[in-house]
């Protein structure tokens, strides 16, 4: 069975950090690809990064280059989405993504506001 449980959202002020983490099992997590989305309220999902099975290769949403940092720990069936000097613009529900059978996290809050 596949699982993905993602943990470390919360509330931040603008400017703070937040790590995401989401925890993977049912499959071998060092085989594939993994992504993170995000969802804000009255908009569509969107990809905000993505790291190859090996963590060698990582691609992110252009505006948030700089400020995300995907990575993963292959011994921990474990990708991280480390989020900097963040805005209330990037309020939403984050989630973690398996694309080769498709399958999501439940999904977290992360929500930035004074």
């Not at 905000?48 to 400020?67: E, F, M, N, P, Q």
């Not at 900097?84 to 809050?109: F, M, R, S």
Request: charged letters at 15%; proline letters at 3%; glycine letters at 10%.
């Amino acid at each position: 069975q596949v699982k993905l449980v993602e943990s470390g959202g919360g509330m931040v002020q603008p400017g703070g950090s937040l790590t995401l983490s989401c925890v993977a099992s049912g499959f071998t997590f060092s085989s594939y690809l993994m992504r993170w989305y995000r969802q804000a309220p009255g908009k569509e999902r969107e990809m905000v990064a993505a790291i190859s099975h090996d963590g060698v290769h990582t691609s992110y949403k252009d505006s948030l280059k700089g400020r995300f940092n995907i990575s993963r720990d292959n011994a921990q069936d474990t990708v991280y989405l480390q989020m900097n000097n963040l805005k209330t613009e990037d309020t939403a529900v984050y989630y973690c993504h398996w694309p080769n059978l498709n399958y999501w996290g439940q999904g977290i809050q992360v929500t930035v506001s004074s």
